[in-house]
C-alpha cells in the first residue's frame, strides 16, 4: 500500500515511524517512553543541525547588525533544545502503564508529527540564512523563522501538558 493510499493521520503516523525507527506510538503503555525518547531525540539532532548551519553564518564581527539577529535565534534554537533534552513530565502517570485514551494517544502522535514537519520547516529555512544576505534579508527571513519556533515552543508545551496532566485529567472524572 502507498502512502498516498494512506488517511491524512494514516499517512502521518507511516512518515514518523519511517523517520524514527523506534517510535511506536503511545497506545501501548511499554512503547510510551521508547516513542517519547525517540521522538526527543531526532528533534533535538535536527535543532541541533539547523543550529550548527546558524552559527557558521553568524560573524564574529559584533558590529555587524546581521549578528544580533542570527545569536538571538540560536539561543531560541538553544533553549528548545534544553527543553526537549529535560521535559518536565518524565515521572508522569503517562508512563507507568496505565490505559491512555485513543485521542490522546492520537493526538499525542499528530503533535509529534507536526514537530518533525516544523522542525523539517525550520531546517529548510535555515539554509536559506546565508553569509552574503544583508541585515534587512536575514531579518526577513527570521520572520519566518521566528513564526517556526513560536510554533515549536506551542507544540511542544501543548505535548508536554498533555503528557504531563491527561491521564491525571482521566483519573479524576472517574
Not at 84 to 96: I, M, T, V
Amino acid at each position: 500500500m502507498s502512502v498516498s493510499s494512506f488517511s491524512p493521520r494514516q499517512a502521518a503516523s507511516e512518515k514518523l515511524r519511517r523517520s524514527l525507527p523506534e517510535y511506536a506510538g503511545y497506545e501501548r503503555a511499554a512503547d510510551r517512553p521508547t516513542s517519547d525518547a525517540a521522538l526527543r531525540r531526532t528533534l533535538i539532532l535536527l535543532l541541533k543541525k539547523a543550529l550548527e548551519r546558524l552559527n557558521a553564518t553568524t560573524t564574529a564581527n559584533d558590529q555587524d547588525p546581521r549578528r544580533r539577529t542570527l545569536v538571538a535565534a540560536g539561543r531560541k534554537l538553544k533553549t528548545l533544545c534544553v527543553n526537549l533534552d529535560r521535559p518536565g513530565y518524565s515521572s508522569a502517570p503517562f508512563f507507568n502503564g496505565q490505559e491512555l485514551e485513543q485521542h490522546l494517544s492520537q493526538r499525542l502522535e499528530d503533535l509529534d508529527f507536526v514537530l518533525l514537519e516544523e522542525v523539517e520547516q525550520l531546517a529548510d529555512e535555515v539554509q536559506l540564512i546565508t553569509p552574503d544576505l544583508s541585515a534587512d534579508e536575514i531579518k526577513e527571513r527570521f520572520v519566518f523563522i521566528d513564526d517556526i519556533i513560536d510554533n515549536l515552543n506551542q507544540h511542544i508545551f501543548e505535548r508536554g501538558a498533555l503528557i504531563a496532566a491527561g491521564l491525571q485529567t482521566e483519573e479524576t472524572d472517574s
